[in-house]
């Protein structure tokens, strides 16, 4: 087998767990002159006001009288696939996840295939395995309320991508409806 599948599989997970927009594709060219397409340049951040506070990495632990929701994410998939992510966006008024702000936000995976989830400001969840992911499975993760009870019907599912294996054995983009996600919230504390 070789590594090249399992390099393979690193590589779509990078890609679809954590990587932004492709832009439009191509060539990497301007196609008129052919000259290289600049790199996009990151908006300015304005510095904060008086009345503001600059975003903190560091996650706030859940404040005294506060409660927590558990949040399980059921995923299943009516295709075998090698690799998924799953953005998720609910209100930043109402809480956050366990961990937001930093790399290390605490959800956990029920199965063995690799996981990586990060929030800052929607949650993204990440799973690969090199021979297809073991599916059904529950991401579950903890939500620190600050604004009422969070409800299901908080959370916005708003992009699902996937990874198939294509006739060569290499991971390439595959149909994102053939992966169903749902979120059942409970009472943690």
């Known amino acids: 087998m070789g590594f090249r ?4 599989v690193a590589l779509a997970l990078a890609a679809l767990a954590f990587g ?3 832009g439009s594709g191509g060539s990497g060219s301007d ?4 000259n290289p397409t ?3 340049t990151a908006p300015r951040t304005p510095a904060p006001t008086a009345t503001e506070r600059p975003p903190s990495s560091t996650p706030t632990p859940t404040p005294a009288g506060s409660s927590a929701a558990r949040v399980a994410f059921d ?3 009516s295709a075998t696939i090698i ?4 953005d998720v966006a609910y209100d930043r008024a109402r809480g956050s996840f366990a961990g937001s702000g930093s790399s290390d936000t605490t959800c956990m995976l029920g199965s063995s295939d690799m996981f990586a989830s990060n929030d800052d400001g929607v949650l993204r969840l990440g799973l690969v395995s090199a021979h297809g992911l073991a599916l059904p499975a529950v991401i579950t993760c903890t939500f620190d309320e600050t604004a009422g009870p969070l409800a299901a019907s908080d959370l916005t599912i ?3 991508t996937v990874a198939i294996l294509d006739p060569n054995g290499i991971p390439v983009a595959g149909n994102p409806g053939v ?4 979120a059942t919230v409970t009472r943690a504390r």
């Open 5 to 8: 599948p399992l390099i393979s």
């Open 20 to 22: 932004g927009g492709c």
């Open 31 to 34: 196609g008129a002159s052919g």
């Open 38 to 40: 600049p790199a996009p």
């Open 75 to 77: 995923l299943s998939a």
């Open 83 to 86: 690799a998924a992510r799953v």
């Open 158 to 160: 708003t992009s699902t």
């Open 179 to 182: 992966l169903a996600v749902t």
